[in-house]
């Protein structure tokens, strides 16, 4: 099992990163999948998620400014990311969960600065 995430980097405030996340070596359309991240010293806290059927649910910190989707043909999940904020600024890491089966990804760095 592999969940590959890229597309982070440095940005200015305002501006857009795109994260993507390939996964392998499981059923990737039977799996919800969704995006956490952690700052330094604080807790890992989910982004966003979207299930098998297509349902997203947002933290209410992105809601508006960050969109979930997937592409089950490409086994790839991405999070588009507008309006970046410096507190934004963390390891973003992709998460595949299906009745008790749970993988995650190594992440990838997001940081907004000016």
């Known amino acids: 099992v592999q969940l590959v995430e890229s597309g982070g980097g440095l940005v200015q405030p305002g501006g857009s990163l795109r994260l993507s996340c390939v996964a392998s070596?499981?059923?990737?359309?039977?799996?919800?999948m969704g995006w956490y991240r952690q700052a330094p010293g604080e807790q890992r806290e989910l982004v966003a998620r979207?299930?098998?059927?297509?349902?997203?649910n947002y933290a209410d910190s992105v809601k508006g400014r960050f969109t979930i989707t997937r592409d089950n043909a490409e086994n790839t999940v991405y999070l588009q990311m507008n309006n970046l904020k410096p507190e934004d600024t963390a390891v973003y890491y992709c998460?595949?969960?299906?009745?008790?089966?749970?993988?995650w990804g190594q992440g990838t760095q997001v940081t907004v600065s000016s």
């Open positions: 998460n595949a969960f299906h009745y008790g089966y749970e993988y």
């Open positions: 070596g499981f059923t990737f359309s039977n799996y919800a």
């Open positions: 979207i299930t098998s059927g297509g349902s997203t």
